[in-house]
């Protein structure tokens, strides 16, 4: 198997960064039995030796500037806010735009104003992604072969971006199972903030409050399935969503917004007793589930 594009030969990828979504690709490529050799770059070495140790790459390298010289596609998978460090740290690999860089951060907008810093502009080898896939679990013990399969990636190529460089990312993911879809990096981050972002902190601001509460250890003793499956993403890393907020600030503000008004809403029917107005709501988002569900069940097959 190979993910070549007729327009540029790709025998060699980089992945920077070995967590839940670097190593998963990596494991995925080895799963589907790839001929692409992997080389692998961490922070830590103690998980560049275990990516290796799992079979997830070929090689692990210390030097970023030689793991981006030796790569036809690079692919950064450390936290979006690091982004704009890694760029320039591997800005003079870059310079004969030879290699091919993607990402895949949850937010596209801060990729966009980090290239833009360190390059001057959106280079035409920078193609954005983000696979719409992970867990609440993380680092390199996470990682799952099939993570990626029949998940979504989507991918945002500017104006500028060259087309070939688009077809090899997209072929990439391919490989590993995943439909890739194409969208502007504003659009993204607003429906990122909604269908993600917010439910990621509202599962945070539910259990931290709950966590707060005298009797915390009995709400949580008698706590069932409802709550388990509410807050499940409450157990995600800190560290990758404090970046994630602060980089879709805005946006997740925004959708925030219109949450707590609808909340209040529902609160004054609660408080005035208005059962049907309560019904309205409940009966209304339980065919929007239902609705979501079937979508989802048809994508997976
Ligand atoms: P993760 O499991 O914590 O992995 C990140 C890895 O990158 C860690 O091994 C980390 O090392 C390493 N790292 C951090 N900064 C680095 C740097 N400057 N240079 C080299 N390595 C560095 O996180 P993840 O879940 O894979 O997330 C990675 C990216 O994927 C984030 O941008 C996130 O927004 C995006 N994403 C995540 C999900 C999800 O559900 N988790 C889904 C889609 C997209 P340390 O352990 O030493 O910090």
Known sequence: MTVSTPERPFATL?????????????????????????LGADQSDATLARALELGYIDEGCTDLLDLCRRSDVVV??????????????????????????TDVGSVKGVVRDAAEAVFGQVPAWLVPGHPIAGSEFSGVDAANPDLYH???V?????????PTATAC?????EQVEATVQLMTVDRHDEVLAATSHLPHLLAFALVDSLAQESEKYEIFHYAAGGFRDFTRIAASDPTMWHDIFLANDQATLDVLDR????????????????????????????????YFSRILDERTG
């Open 150 to 152: 029949c998940h979504q």
């Open 76 to 101: 950064l998978a450390v936290p979006v806010l690091s982004l704009r460090n890694v760029f320039e740290q591997l800005a003079p690999a870059l310079a004969d735009g030879r290699t091919v860089l």
């Open 259 to 290: 949450y707590m008004d609808h909340l209040h809403t529902v609160r004054a029917a609660l408080a005035a007793g208005d059962g049907e107005a309560l019904h309205t709501v409940f009966r209304r988002a339980k065919h929007a589930r239902d």
């Open 154 to 162: 989507i991918l945002t190529p500017g104006s500028d971006t060259d």
């Open 14 to 38: 980089g992945i920077v960064g070995l967590g839940l979504i670097g190593a998963s690709l990596a494991a995925a490529l080895r799963k589907r039995e790839s001929r692409l050799r992997i």
């Open 169 to 173: 990312v997209r072929a990439l993911w």
